[in-house]
T-cell receptor, first 113, second 114 residues
Framework: DAKTTQPTSMDCAEGRAANLPCNHS???????VYWYRQIHSQGPQYIIH???NNETNEMASLIITEDRKSSTLILPHATLRDTAVYYC??????????????FGTGTRLQVTL | ETGVTQSPTHLIKTRGQQVTLRCSSQ?????VSWYQQALGQGPQFIFQ???????GRGNFPPRFSGLQFPNYSSELNVNALELDDSALYLC?????????????FGPGTRLTVT
């Protein structure tokens, strides 16, 4: 699976948009970009995923650059409950073998008042 | 809430002992993956079970083994516990199908080996 690079930590004021970047310059054409987050002492939570088009759901938006070498997760109105470690993961389409998630160390987002 | 449950929540064992951790997957899911998360690190893939068969394994020794049952629940067994096995153990369930899919994680079991 392609390697991802994320900043170690970021701060965001409550109510503002949180923009979390991720570099995945070695991504292959058949690899999706996934985002998960892990709130302290809980299991990781799926947020969103995409292949090449921008995606939006009730939690966040995912912007993938045209060359697919980087992406940004956007939390449009961050709240204190969004304080967590955010993981950017790339993984291939299900090929019938184990579709594991390869986690890095993620970005620790701290939302403040 | 993902519908994935794990037991026990916390566990303390002594080096050399054996431990069994349990996971109930979300309704309708047929695949369970296990991860180990050391303090301050991201989760590391241990193995995955699909329809009661091991379907891939990470870089973990054979003393880490598992089972998946007909109802798709799963167990993780670790023999000859070592101090470095102290970690949060996470299971994730998913519905194996062609194309992308999401894994839904349980709250984890915190294992401490002394």
């Amino acid at each position: 699976d392609a390697k991802t690079t994320q900043p170690t930590s970021m701060d965001c004021a409550e109510g503002r948009a949180a923009n979390l970047p991720c570099n995945h310059s070695t991504i292959s054409g058949n690899e999706y970009v996934y985002w998960y987050r892990q709130i302290h002492s809980q299991g990781p939570q799926y947020i969103i995923h995409g292949l090449k088009n921008n995606e939006t759901n009730e939690m966040a938006s995912l912007i993938i650059t045209e060359d697919r070498k980087s992406s940004t997760l956007i939390l449009p109105h961050a709240t204190l409950r969004d304080t967590a470690v955010y993981y950017c993961i790339v993984r291939p389409l299900n090929t019938g073998t184990a579709s594991k998630l390869t986690f890095g160390t993620g970005t620790r987002l701290q939302v403040t008042l | 809430e993902t519908g994935v449950t794990q037991s026990p929540t916390h566990l303390i064992k002594t080096r050399g002992q054996q431990v069994t951790l349990r996971c109930s997957s979300q309704s309708g899911h047929n695949t369970v993956s296990w991860y180990q998360q050391a303090l301050g690190q991201g989760p590391q893939f241990i193995f995955q079970y699909y329809r009661e068969e091991e379907n891939g394994r990470g870089n973990f020794p054979p003393r880490f083994s598992g089972l998946q049952f007909p109802n798709y629940s799963s167990e993780l067994n670790v023999n000859a516990l070592e101090l470095d096995d102290s970690a949060l153990y996470l299971c994730a369930s998913s519905l194996e199908s062609v194309g992308s899919y999401e894994q839904y994680f349980g709250p984890g079991t915190r294992l401490t080996v002394t």
